[in-house]
T-cell receptor, first 112, second 116 residues
């Protein structure tokens, strides 16, 4: 079983839709959860960061973490064509110089 | 502010050739990383460095070498290139290695390498 599972998509939605992106993980030591956005032919950029369980909201984006289910989500409200990108979840534990474990990424396409 | 700069952007190598992928950052970050990204496979950590003179292996280090002689530069060396090393390579840096502080990784825009 892979450490982090993420549906690769593509996920196609019309402009204005609510988008739900998800990752599951198996390592119960993960405590820090991030979502990165990657536009085509660019490097990933940090979108959201959450520690432990709970919700975090930033504008149209909401990140949720459910550690009991080992499940994290990113919601995008009022999706825009400019949201079309690949979304990578990433997570790490609290041990030493911990490095990030990434999901494979979900490609999102928002059509006008 | 340039951030993380990677050169070259594209390269085609023949099997058995060697090359160095360059990475430099101007943010005075101590921590630097090399990832490879294959289609549908996510980002895999090759090597990382927590400061000048200190490097360590990541998940997929075989066939690669790194050095860190300055804070700014973290080159990745490919010796005896193989088709399995065809990938997009990303360099990243952050001010702290512990993500507990929420320090984001700053990525370059990648080097697209093809080995034929």
């Amino acid at each position: 079983q892979k450490e982090v599972e993420q549906d690769p998509g593509p996920l196609s939605v019309p402009e204005g839709a609510i988008v739900s992106l998800n990752c599951t993980y198996s390592n119960s030591a993960f405590q820090y959860f991030m979502w990165y956005r990657q536009y085509s032919r660019k490097g990933p950029e940090l979108l959201m960061y959450t520690y432990s369980s709970g919700n975090k909201e930033d504008g149209r984006f909401t990140a949720q973490v459910d550690k009991s289910s080992k499940y994290i989500s990113l919601f995008i409200r009022d999706s825009q064509p400019s949201d079309s990108a690949t979304y990578l979840c990433a997570m790490s534990d609290n041990s030493g110089y911990s490095t990030l474990t990434f999901g494979k990424g979900t490609m999102l396409l928002v059509s006008p | 502010n340039a951030g993380v700069t990677q050169t070259p952007k594209f390269r085609i190598l023949k099997i058995g050739q060697s090359m160095t992928l360059q990475c430099t950052q101007d943010m005075n970050h101590n921590y630097m990383y090399w990832y490879r990204q294959d289609p549908g496979m996510g980002l895999k950590l090759i090597y990382y460095s927590v400061g000048a003179g200190i490097t360590d292996k990541g998940e997929v280090p075989n066939g690669y070498n790194v050095s860190r002689s300055t804070t700014e530069d973290f080159p990745l060396r490919l010796e005896l290139a193989a088709p399995s090393q065809t990938s997009v390579y990303f360099c990243a840096s952050t001010s702290r290695g512990r993500t507990v502080q929420g320090s984001p990784l700053h990525f370059g825009n990648g080097t697209r390498l093809t080995v034929t």
